[in-house]
């Protein structure tokens, strides 16, 4: 295997019958998941044979945030079991897998490293094809696991590490319409539950806990509101709300903090969404929306991306909220799309820590290199 920066697909052997179904074992490993899924794609759409995720958020829990080390470690002790397990419950041999497909980024990068070297062990012992899958490819077309969906669509991807609105026209083919310029949604969410003393992951604590407060007496920060552009921002929301944290003295002051939180946070994913879909809307007769990522679990954030949809004259959906968070079934189903364009991966192929998935627009347009600071991980 080289070091070498070459993650190019190549077409496998051109075969003139297509297979009436493509079988697909997928695994990701790029941050606190161990998963490892089976799906079966044909006309019918995406069929999902088997999806087992093993959380380390135990493991995690005590430092407030993931520890690569602790996950790279993990993610090897728990790969093989995962994996065999997803194929045990699939009910198949590995002799009826058609190829395996492991996220080779972005992410920690000792944790994709794991599962994309299982992955091509696994294909190198049963030639199979191998496909490396782009993490965040995996989350685009994650919403088609629950529904037969049809490209293009406008999709927000909003999860831990990022936070992008995106043009999907198809597999390998998408068109970034904006990204956060610091933090994604979901860091706000998890950095902003640290400093309120909530426990890791913060997303779903935070929710749990705004659902006994009333915001409206706070008043935080909205950024970039002078500009038309579809980019997000919540490094000054963060830096105020966990100022107020401290100010907070009730049960009752952190409930309504965590409100105002939440809200802040929905109505800017909102905003920009609607400026996304104005421009989409110029462009496509086809109108659909779609969330995507472990944000869209977040219930206000999807009952206000709802009603943005509805107002643009965009059908709205959502993965099922098991395919929101991370899993493998996504990057099974992203695989599959792959191997049914015959885009497959060398055996050499790199892990990533970066991949953006507009790579041209993230090259031309480096918009956190801009500001600065680190920013998403794509
Ligand atoms: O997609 P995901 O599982 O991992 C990444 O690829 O980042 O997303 C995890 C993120 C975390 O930041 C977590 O706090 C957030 O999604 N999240 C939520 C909710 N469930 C998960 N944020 C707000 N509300 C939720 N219910
Ligand atoms: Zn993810």
Same mark, same amino acid.
Not at 336 to 349: C, F, M, T
């Given at each position: 295997?080289?070091? *070498? ?6 077409? $496998?052997?051109?075969?003139? @019958?297509?297979?009436?179904? +493509?079988?697909? +074992? ?39 945030? /993931?520890?690569?080390?602790?996950? $790279? ?42 599962? +994309?070297?299982?992955?091509? @062990?696994?294909? +190198? ?5 191998? &496909? @490396? /899958?782009?993490? %965040? ?46 933090? @994604? ?6 950095? &902003? ?15 749990? %806990? ?85 944000? $869209?679990?977040?219930?206000? /954030?999807?009952? *206000? ?25 996504? &990057? $099974? ?46």
């Amino acid at each position: 295997m080289t070091d *070498r920066a070459d993650y190019s697909s190549t077409a $496998a052997a051109a075969t003139d @019958a297509r297979p009436p179904s +493509l079988t697909v +074992l997928g695994l990701e490993t790029s941050c606190d998941e161990t998963a490892a899924s089976v799906v079966r794609l044909s006309d019918a759409g995406a069929e999902v044979l088997s999806s087992v995720v093993h959380s380390q958020i135990d493991d995690h829990a005590a430092y407030g945030g /993931v520890v690569p080390e602790i996950a $790279a470690r993990s993610h090897v002790e728990m790969i093989d079991g995962v994996a065999r397990r997803a194929m045990k419950e699939a009910g198949l041999n590995w002799g009826a897998l058609d190829g395996v497909a492991a996220t080779a980024g972005p992410g920690l990068v000792g944790g994709v490293m794991v599962g +994309l070297s299982y992955g091509k @062990a696994a294909a +190198l012992a049963r030639g199979l094809p191998l &496909i @490396a /899958v782009n993490h %965040l490819e995996g989350h685009a077309v994650s919403a088609r696991l629950g529904a037969q969906t049809r490209y293009p669509f406008l999709l927000l991807l909003v999860s831990g590490g990022h936070c992008q609105l995106l043009e999907v026209r198809g597999i390998g083919d998408m068109t970034r319409l904006g990204t956060t310029i610091d933090d @994604a949604a979901g860091e706000a969410f998890d950095k &902003i539950a640290k400093a309120m003393g909530l426990g890791y992951p913060g997303g779903p604590a935070l929710e749990r %806990l705004a659902a006994g407060g009333d915001g409206s007496r706070f008043d935080l920060p909205r950024a970039l509101l002078g500009r038309k552009d579809c980019d997000f921002s919540f490094s000054g929301l963060k830096t105020a709300a966990s100022r107020l944290a401290e100010t907070c003295e009730t049960a009752q002051d952190r409930a309504d903090l965590a409100d105002a939180v939440q809200n802040a946070i929905a109505r800017q994913l909102t905003e920009r969404t609607e400026r996304a879909m104005q421009a989409y809307a110029e462009t496509h007769d086809h109108r659909l929306f779609i969330v995507a990522g472990g944000v $869209a679990a977040n219930r206000t /954030v999807r009952s *206000r991306l709802t009603e943005a949809a509805a107002r643009h004259g965009f059908d709205f959906l959502a993965p099922p909220l098991a395919y929101c968070t991370d899993n493998a079934a996504m &990057i $099974a189903l992203a695989g599959a799309e792959r191997l049914e364009k015959g885009l497959v991966s060398d055996i050499d192929v790199a892990a990533r820590p970066r991949w953006p998935l507009d790579e041209a627009r993230a090259i031309s347009d480096p918009v956190h290199l801009k500001a600065g600071r680190k920013g998403a991980k794509a």
